[in-house]
Structures are given as structure tokens and as C-alpha cells.
């Protein structure tokens, strides 16, 4: 089983980014799907979510509005198109795939600053 992020990087506020998460070893189109972030010294928080077809999501409340969560069942992909970005939006964010069990990727920084 493998999740591997991308897209992070250094980004002014105001800017956009999209993140994306490419899984493997295992049926992608049966997991839930979410990304979440933790930045220092806090602890890690949802950012959102999206069931396994893709017909519903949620998002935390620092986000709604900002950030949109999207996934490609047959690329094995979930999505997380960042807007209007924030100091605060700082974090290190992970995919997490859920269903019986729990997997996360290896992280990927997104620092949100002039």
C-alpha cells in the first residue's frame, strides 16, 4: 500500500495550490478519502473528506469555502485545490485512505508565506 502526495511548495497569501495523492496496492474506488495537516507543535486536523464515489464531501471549518477536495478513480488520485491561502494554512498535509483500515502518505509541506 502506498500514498504519495505531491504539490506542496511556497506559495504567497492570496495564492493557489492543488495537492494530489496517487495510491496504489490497493482498490482505490473503495476507500474514503481525505487529507488532512498538522503544523507545529499542533495536533492533526481534517481538512476534508470525500466517500468513495465521490458524491459527498466535508470539510473542516477553517476551509469550507477555500479548498475543494476531488478525486479520479481511474487515476487512483485525490485532489485538494487550495484558494485564498492563508499564514495559517501552514502545515505539513497527508492523504489518509479509510475503510476497514487506515493508510497515510508520507506528507508534503505547503508554507503559505511573503
Known amino acids: 500500500v502506498q500514498l504519495v502526495e505531491s504539490g506542496g511548495g511556497l506559495v504567497q497569501p492570496g495564492g493557489s495550490l492543488r495537492l494530489s495523492c496517487v495510491a496504489s496496492?490497493?482498490?482505490?474506488?473503495?476507500?474514503?478519502m481525505s487529507w488532512h495537516r498538522q503544523a507545529p507543535g499542533k495536533e492533526r486536523e481534517l481538512v476534508a473528506g470525500?466517500?468513495?464515489?465521490?458524491?459527498?464531501?466535508n470539510y473542516g471549518d477553517s476551509v469550507k469555502g477555500r479548498f475543494t477536495i476531488s478525486r479520479d478513480n481511474t487515476k487512483n488520485t485525490v485532489y485538494l485545490q487550495m484558494s485564498s491561502l492563508k499564514p495559517e494554512d501552514t502545515a505539513v498535509y497527508y492523504c489518509?485512505?479509510?475503510?476497514?483500515?487506515?493508510?497515510w502518505g508520507q506528507g508534503t509541506q505547503v508554507t503559505v508565506s511573503l
Open positions: 489518509n485512505a479509510r475503510l476497514f483500515s487506515s493508510y
Open positions: 496496492g490497493f482498490t482505490f474506488s473503495r476507500f474514503h
Open positions: 470525500i466517500t468513495n464515489g465521490g458524491g459527498s464531501t
